[in-house]
């Protein structure tokens, strides 16, 4: 049929034919009706040509929303189920007693000193009789980690019975914390360490000196030093394993012992007399009482030595209110000033000498804290700007990393030799 025919047929076509002008609406129920018809055919037959994906495990579970409380009740209750299950599965202090009495009770012949040993078949033996929660411990690998020099191939009783209850503790504190862990995923946010060290409390001799109205100020002085160390990217949550890992709770919890000397208190920042300490600088510093302190005010801190572009550089990268800074602001900059060897320090204050956000530092940074210093005659008068770059090769670079403070003359720079 050639396209005159078609052309002749159309025009004869009455109007009340398909061709007729349809409403807006008709359009979108059409176009709607086709939407759905090939959505469909497109996704059945996506599934008919895949049917492996039938076979694949689901491994994505979506969280709760806030408005689902009965998906959020469930999760609550089942990773509390969870946590109780593998409670139970820790040994108690009866079942390390009895494998206390196994250990001594096998022990192989001669001592070293005063130190009892067992080699690995009486290892093997007591491993069979102290039950299936102890037969994590008793492996090849782990008695492979504490053989060193003995020369009969032995391990020493106590070092094992010591990693033992190591393990044991490190399980027993991560259920803990993992209790406080609101969202399940791992990690404690800000607040939830806050709860966990607040009802912690009660439970160190060393901190029932405190009254009650500074437990507020104790628990935001210990939660800083876990996330000034622990969250460097400042995503404000930490992982627990990260918490497990580090000495931090080790230290917080050294407060159990009663007889603590003073010594090991004042070295210790989750003490009472740290945090005392501590919050009392800040109460010292702060001269008009509005809670806050000032650029004027931080400038007394230590032995009020600290130029005025570096208290710029302070109050210009670290969160302020109203050009004021608060406490956990104060608590920030005293851990990185206490602790200029650490990393998280040392990221701290390169960032305050990185004037122009490059990621180094260049003759023109160092020069602008150094020229300051000069001026004000804190550094001997034979030390020169040149004496700042470590090498030629910096030099010649034009600039140079450095984790050194600005802010006094004897830091940051070296004396020239000769």
């Not at 040993?117 to 008695?143: D, H, R, S, W």
């Not at 990693?163 to 504190?173: E, G, I, N, S």
């Amino acid at each position: 049929m050639d396209w005159k025919e078609i052309l002749r047929r159309r025009i004869a076509t009455p109007n009340t034919g398909p061709n007729k002008k349809k409403s807006e609406q008709e359009l979108k129920d059409e176009e709607m009706d086709l939407f759905t018809k090939y959505y469909s055919e497109w996704k059945g037959g996506r599934k008919n040509t895949n049917e492996f994906y039938k076979t694949i495990p689901r491994f994505y579970y979506r969280l709760p929303a806030e408005d689902e409380v009965l998906l959020q009740k469930l999760r609550e209750e089942s990773r509390a189920v969870f946590l109780q299950r593998k409670s139970r599965e820790l040994l108690d202090n009866e079942e390390l007693q009895n494998l206390w009495f196994l250990l001594d009770k096998h022990q192989t012949p001669p001592m070293i000193g005063e130190e009892a040993m067992i080699n690995y078949e009486n290892f093997l033996k007591v491993g069979e009789k102290a039950g299936p929660k102890c037969k994590q411990f008793f492996t090849a690998k782990v008695f492979a980690k504490l053989l060193h020099t003995d020369s009969y191939g032995r391990i020493s009783i106590m070092q094992f019975f010591n990693y033992v209850m190591r393990k044991v503790w490190l399980h027993q504190t991560r259920i803990g914390l993992s209790l406080y862990d609101v969202a399940g995923q791992g990690y404690l946010r800000e607040s939830d360490l806050e709860n966990y060290i607040l009802e912690l409390i009660p439970t160190l001799p060393q901190l029932d000196g405190l009254e009650k109205s500074f437990y507020s100020f104790y628990v935001c002085t210990a939660v800083r030093k876990f996330f000034f160390f622990l969250d460097p990217l400042r995503t404000g949550k930490i992982k627990i394993q990260d918490i497990l890992a580090c000495s931090f709770l080790d230290d917080l919890l050294e407060l159990r012992d009663e007889e603590l000397s003073k010594e090991s208190q004042e070295t210790n920042w989750f003490s009472a007399p740290s945090a005392l300490r501590v919050y009392g600088q800040y109460l010292n510093l702060d001269k008009d009482h509005n809670g806050m302190l000032s650029k004027e005010e931080l400038s007394r801190y230590g032995t009020a030595t600290m130029t005025n572009v570096f208290l710029d550089r302070v109050f210009q990268e670290c969160l302020t209110y109203d050009g004021e800074m608060d406490y956990k602001t104060y608590l920030d900059f005293v851990l990185a000033l206490e602790n200029r060897k650490e990393p998280a320090a040392l990221q701290y204050i390169f960032k305050l000498l990185d004037i122009e956000n490059k990621g180094y530092l260049n003759v023109f940074s160092l020069n602008y804290f150094f020229r300051v210093v000069s001026e004000n005659n804190m550094m001997s008068s034979e030390v020169e700007f040149d004496c700042i770059l470590p090498d030629k090769h910096s030099a010649a670079a034009g600039h140079t990393r450095t984790n050194e403070n600005p802010w006094t003359g004897s830091c940051f720079i070296s004396r020239r030799q000769g």
